[in-house]
């Protein structure tokens, strides 16, 4: 099982940036998909997901600025990210669960103010 986060770098604040997370080895559409972050010093944190049906769930504190989407057809799953902030600068990992849960190995965001 692979996954593969792309699409990190260095922003400035108010900028976007959009991530994807490529996934090979397990049946994707069937696996509900989400998006985590970890910021220096502090704990791995969910960002959203998005289930198998389609139901996405965000963090408070990316409402309205996050927006988590899957392509079931092309085995990803995107996170949109617009309006960033500072705060929002951490390693973002992808996450895919059913009965296992999977990671990717993370993609750096820099967000500056």
């Known amino acids: 099982v692979q996954l593969v986060e792309s699409g990190g770098g260095l922003v400035q604040a108010g900028g976007s940036l959009s991530l994807s997370c490529a996934a090979s080895?397990?049946?994707?559409?069937?696996?509900?998909m989400g998006w985590y972050r970890q910021a220096p010093g502090k704990q791995r944190e969910l960002v959203a997901m998005?289930?198998?049906?389609?139901?996405?769930n965000y963090a408070d504190s990316v409402k309205g600025r996050f927006t988590i989407s899957r392509d079931n057809a092309k085995n990803t799953v995107y996170l949109q990210m617009n309006s960033l902030k500072p705060e929002d600068t951490a390693v973002y990992y992808c996450?895919?669960?059913?009965?296992?849960?999977?990671w990717g190995k993370g993609t750096l965001v820099i967000v500056s103010s």
């Open positions: 996450n895919a669960a059913r009965l296992d849960v999977y």
């Open positions: 080895g397990i049946i994707f559409s069937i696996h509900d």
């Open positions: 998005i289930t198998r049906g389609g139901i996405t």
